[in-house]
């Protein structure tokens, strides 16, 4: 068979359904191929989202998201996308067209060197050959999947898709991830001396979906549980060891609580959230359960165990931890009064009173996608997956832009589930052009933009160094101006109660829906944390 037609087969029997990107004139025999091995190609209007939608599809899957873009302009803008599956770490395969062996190294149009350009953004980078067809294929799913997953990028030389191969079937396998030579004696000694332990849980363990490992832990084991907001759904807040969401809104309110603390036990916290250094008090020992080994701060007392969440539980799971009556206590009342401050701010429509009803009206299936900004910090800490649901953020790679595509390919991955992005004004215009992608493909996704006319948080940083307001303000009166974007009906509230009937009218059709929602920013003042 043709090369192309190898890597759709291969592809398709590794499980992976749909390829994002927009189409070059050397990508149209690729696509074909995809097309009828059974691997839709979803055309999106930016690179960029296609890269967000390829690691999204890779984060809710587990099979890696694939997507592609033609040379210069569209290897660069797809970059972006790209980093998304780098620092969120998600499993997801790049393919650029390239210029051929003749033309490779001369000046000509559209083309730099997409290997230079890939290699910080990318766990490998190949250029396919005919020499290299089924090495590229297997490592490429290999490589993508293994821990920390993440992308991997594959240039394909203009005139290769012509020739012909006899490469043999990959084999495709999801690593798990091994034991190390890991210091378990000395572990246990650490665990045994502590009397105030406290869990701080992240995204690998979120990846590897350690829920009801832990809330059986913590059946027997009364101990303080921190969460990274990527980790937001390992652990309900109405769970008695829920102490909070390190990083977002209020959680200078957990700091006392951490103070205590007379040893930290990482469980699959990825540092790229949030650095151990940045909470974690200096003479505090800290044993960081993980996939693999990462970089830890020089002058902390730290010991790093590696390997599978099922090792983590083994090591931990038999050790009696002190029941540390004080520290429930505690967690309680530092719940009772956040939750009574967030109601505080519930009396006019802003941030708080928006989330609330989103939190009344969703069904239990909802996922919800959240773009960069203010609105994050309140949605990271106040909002609770639903028992069916998801939730979608960036908190690794943190770029604006991020919701509207991330909530376009939980759609098209999840056919049924009520799929609501929250984004801010700034980050719906960095991606508003996707909506034509979830008008052509019909997903009935709900977004709500969060209308302030500023890029909020950028201000209150500015109000944090004593800077007037400069370069934020987005627009003056209306965002929208109109009952209609680009074909989409817009239904505008400006009461909490204007958007309980947005909600429920934009969930009783099978199409997408803008909610332009008209809130008061000066909640966030108040409660996003100066970090």
């Not at 090591?315 to 004080?326: D, G, K, R, S």
Request: contains cysteine; glycine residues 8%.
């Amino acid at each position: 068979m043709k090369i192309p037609e190898y890597f759709a087969d291969q592809y398709f029997n590794a499980g992976i359904r749909h390829i994002f990107g927009i189409p070059g004139g050397p990508s149209i025999p690729w696509i074909e191929a995809f097309r009828e091995a059974g691997v839709e190609f979803i055309l999106t209007s930016h690179e960029g989202a296609a890269g967000v939608m390829a690691a999204v599809t890779g984060r809710l899957t587990g099979v890696p998201g694939l997507c592609h873009s033609t040379y210069g302009p569209g290897a660069t803008n797809i970059s972006t996308g790209t980093g998304a599956g780098l620092l969120d770490r998600s499993p997801m395969i790049v393919l650029t067209s390239e210029m051929s062996d003749a033309m490779i190294h001369r000046t000509a149009q559209m083309n730099i060197d997409h290997q230079a350009l890939f290699a910080p953004l990318v766990k490998a980078s190949f250029r396919l050959s005919i020499s290299n067809i089924r090495e590229v294929a297997e490592k490429s799913l290999s490589i993508s999947c293994e821990e920390y997953p993440g992308p991997v990028h594959i240039g394909l030389p203009s005139g290769i898709d012509d020739l012909e191969t006899d490469a043999l079937p990959v084999n495709f396998n999801k690593t798990v991830p091994i034991s190390a030579d890991n210091d378990i004696d000395k572990i246990i000694q650490v665990l045994k001396r502590a009397k105030k332990p406290a869990l701080a849980i992240g995204l690998t363990a979120a990846r590897h979906n350690i829920r009801k490992q832990l809330e059986q832990f913590l059946l027997e084991n009364h101990v303080p549980v921190f969460v990274t907001p990527m980790a937001r759904e390992v652990l309900h807040s109405s769970h008695p060891a829920f102490a909070g969401v390190l990083f977002h809104a209020m959680s200078d309110y957990i700091d006392e609580l951490i103070s205590t603390c007379d040893l930290v036990i990482g469980l699959g916290y990825d540092p790229v959230e949030f650095n151990y250094e940045s909470w974690v008090h200096e003479n505090t020992p800290l044993i960081h359960f993980d996939t693999r080994k990462v970089d830890m701060p020089s002058g902390m007392n730290v010991i790093q165990y590696c390997g599978s969440p099922a090792d983590w539980f083994k090591v931990i799971m038999n050790l009696p931890f002190p029941a540390n009556e004080n520290s429930m206590e505690t967690i309680s009342a530092i719940r009772k009064e956040m939750t009574s401050v967030f109601n505080g701010f519930t009396g006019h429509f802003g941030p708080a009173a928006a989330i609330r009803v989103l939190r009344d009206e969703l069904p239990s299936d909802t996922i919800l996608s959240s773009d960069v900004g203010s609105h994050l910090h309140l949605l990271g800490q106040f909002w609770d997956p639903m028992e069916n649901g998801k939730f979608l953020i960036t908190n690794g790679w943190s770029s604006m832009g991020f919701g509207i595509p991330a909530a376009i390919a939980a759609g098209i991955n999840n056919i049924g589930s009520t799929v609501v992005c929250v984004t801010g004004d700034g980050g719906f215009l960095m991606s508003a052009g996707e909506l034509m992608t979830a008008r052509r493909y019909n997903i009935p996704v709900i977004i709500v933009v969060f209308s302030d006319g500023e890029l909020n948080l950028i201000r209150l940083k500015q109000s944090w160094k004593d800077v007037s307001p400069y370069g934020t303000t987005i627009y003056h009166d209306d965002l929208f101006g109109s009952d209609i974007f680009l074909g989409i009906r817009v239904l505008k509230a400006t009461s909490a109660e204007g958007l309980r009937r947005s909600i429920n009218k934009a969930l009783s059709v099978t199409e997408p829906v803008i909610i332009n929602a008209v809130i008061d920013p000066e909640d966030y003042k108040w409660m996003v944390v100066k970090r």
